[in-house]
Nanobody
Framework: EVQLVESGGGLVQPGGSLRLSCAAS????????MYWVRQAPGKGLQWVSG????????YYADSVKGRFTISRDNAKNTDYLQMNSLKAEDTAVYYC?????????????WGQGTLVTVSP
């Protein structure tokens, strides 16, 4: 059974930083794209970032480019989202998402989400 467990969310002041982690199990983590998707209160899902199986290719939404960094440690079956210079508009539930072997593959598993609140 595929499991994705996020951690690291919390309350942070504007301009602060947080690092989210996603611990994966139940599949060959090193073979799949991984993503972060967020949902702000009362809004729809927004794709944030993606990283390929080897970690050498990464993509970001324009709204987080230059502030967020996605990475992964395949030995630990974990991927991360380092979030710096946080803004109020980054407040959301952040989901870790498993993709396929290719960037164009559909998402096929989601974590339960971790809440990030950016507020003075």
């Amino acid at each position: 059974e595929v499991q994705l467990v996020e951690s690291g969310g919390g309350l942070v002041q504007p301009g602060g930083s947080l690092r989210l982690s996603c611990a994966a199990s139940g599949f060959t983590f090193s073979s799949y794209w991984m993503y972060w998707v967020r949902q702000a209160p009362g809004k729809g899902l927004q794709w944030v970032s993606g990283i390929n199986s080897g970690g050498g290719t990464v993509y970001y939404a324009d709204s987080v480019k230059g502030r967020f960094t996605i990475s992964r440690d395949n030995a630990k079956n974990t991927d991360y989202l380092q979030m710096n210079s946080l803004k109020a508009e980054d407040t959301a539930v952040y989901y870790c998402v498993k993709g396929g072997r290719w960037y164009s593959d559909a998402f096929d598993a989601w974590g339960q989400g971790t809440l990030v609140t950016v507020s003075p």
